[in-house]
C-alpha cells in the first residue's frame, strides 16, 4: 500500500508505517496544484494530511480510497466529495486533546497575569511592577465550556484543579439521556453559559450546525471584562461581534485560531484584532506538542495498518450513519460458488439495488446466511424465481427493517 504524506509527520509514524509493509512517500510541502499532481502520478493508496486542504479535484485525481487527517477536526478536507467517490475520510480524536488543553490553560493564566505584556514591557527595558501587579485570580470563578468532547473535559480536569467552577454546553447532553462524570453543570445554551461565567473557552468541532454559532447574542450575554477563548477553529465564532465585545465591553480574548488563516507555516498575517489591548493571539498551536504530535503518528499509523490487513477503517468519519435500506433478504444456502451472484443478478433485473450485505459461514464451511439490505422488496414472483433458479438455496425470506 502506497501513503502519501503531505504534511509535517513525525519520523516515528513514517517508521511504523514502513514497519508495516507500507511504501511511504513523504513530501510536506505539498499543496494545491502540487499535491493534486503528486496523488495523480503516485497512484497512492492512502494521503496523510494536517492542515492541508483536500479538495474534490485531489480525490478524483488518483487512486485514493483513504485519507487521513493527522489530528481531530478534519472540516479541511472536503469530505462530501470524499463520498460521493467511496474514499474513507479517518482521523485521531482525542490525541492532541491534553495539548490543547494545555494551551487553554495557558492562555487564561496569560489574560488574568498579562504575561506578555510583562514579557514585552521587561524586554523593552521598562520596570512597571505598580501596573502589572493588578489580577483578579483564578481561584473560585466560573469557567464555562461550550463544547465538551475530549479537549472539554480536558480543560475541565485541569479547571478544577485550580479552585474553577465549571459549567458546559454540548450537545451531547441535549436529550438528558447523558450526564458529565466530572462534576460539572449542564446549561441549556451557549447564551446561559456566557451569562454566568467569567471565563468562556470554546471546544466545538466545524460543522454547518456550529459555524458563526457564537454571535451577537451570546456576546451580548457575556459578562463586561469577562475572558473568552478560542482553541477551536476561528469560524465557530463570529469575529466581528467578538471584536465589538473587546472594544466596547472589555472583554478579553485568548485566539488560537482565526477565520482566513494562512495555508502556509510562515507568512504574513493580517488580523486586526490581534493587535487590541487585551487580545493575545497565538499561530494554530494548540495541538503542536511533541507529545501529541508522536501520540498523533502512532494513531495515523494505527488506522493504515487496520485497513491494510483488515480493509476496516477506525475512526472513520464519512460513513452513513444509516443507510435507505427499507427490507432485509435473508437467504441461507450452501456455501458455493454462483449462489450469491445468482441473487444478485435477479435483484438487478428487478431493480432493486442493494445497500449493505453480510455472509455468515457456519462451522464446516457447508452452508451460510447472507442478509442482504434493500431499498425495495421483492415481489412474490422474483422470490419464487430465485427460490426455483439455484438449487443451492435452502431458504429465502424478506424482513420490513
Known sequence: MTVLIADKFEQSGIDGLKAAGCEVIYQADLKDDALCQA?????????????????????????????????AGYNTIDVAAASRRGIYVSNCPGKNAIAVAELTLGLILSLDRRIADNV????????????????????????????????????????????????????????GTHAPELPVTVLPSPEAVAEVSDIVSVHLALSAQTRGLLAEPFFARLKSGAMFINTARGEVVDYGALDRAVRERGVRAGL???????????????????????????????????????AIAAETVRVITAYMTTGRVPNVVNLARSSPATHMLVVRHRDRPGVLAHVFDHLRSAGINVQETENIVFEGA????????????????????????????????????
Not at 486542504?53 to 487512486?63: D, F, I, K, N, Y
Not at 452452508?367 to 439455484?390: C, F, K, M
Open 366 to 401: 457447508e452452508a451460510a446466511v447472507a442478509r442482504i439490505n434493500l431499498d425495495a422488496s421483492p415481489d412474490e414472483a422474483a422470490l419464487q424465481a430465485l427460490r426455483a433458479g439455484n438449487a443451492d438455496i435452502l431458504d429465502l425470506r424478506v424482513v420490513r427493517l
Open 120 to 175: 514585552a514591557e521587561l524586554r523593552a527595558g521598562n520596570w512597571n511592577k505598580k501596573a502589572f501587579s493588578k489580577a483578579k485570580g483564578l481561584y473560585g470563578s466560573t469557567l464555562g465550556l461550550i463544547g465538551y468532547g475530549n479537549i472539554g473535559q480536558e480543560v475541565a480536569k485541569r479547571a478544577l484543579a485550580f479552585g474553577l467552577r465549571v459549567v458546559v454546553w454540548s450537545r451531547r447532553f441535549a436529550d
Open 39 to 71: 496523488i495523480a502520478t503516485t497512484r497512492a493508496d492512502v494521503l496523510v494530511v494536517r492542515s492541508t486542504a483536500v479538495t474534490a479535484a485531489m480525490l478524483e485525481a488518483g487512486a485514493l480510497s483513504l485519507v487521513v487527517r493527522a489530528g
Open 256 to 294: 488560537d485560531v482565526f477565520p482566513g488563516e494562512p495555508s502556509a507555516a510562515a507568512g504574513e498575517f493580517a488580523f486586526g484584532m490581534a493587535a487590541l489591548p487585551g487580545v493575545y493571539g497565538t499561530h494554530h498551536i494548540g495541538g503542536s506538542t511533541d507529545q501529541a504530535q508522536e
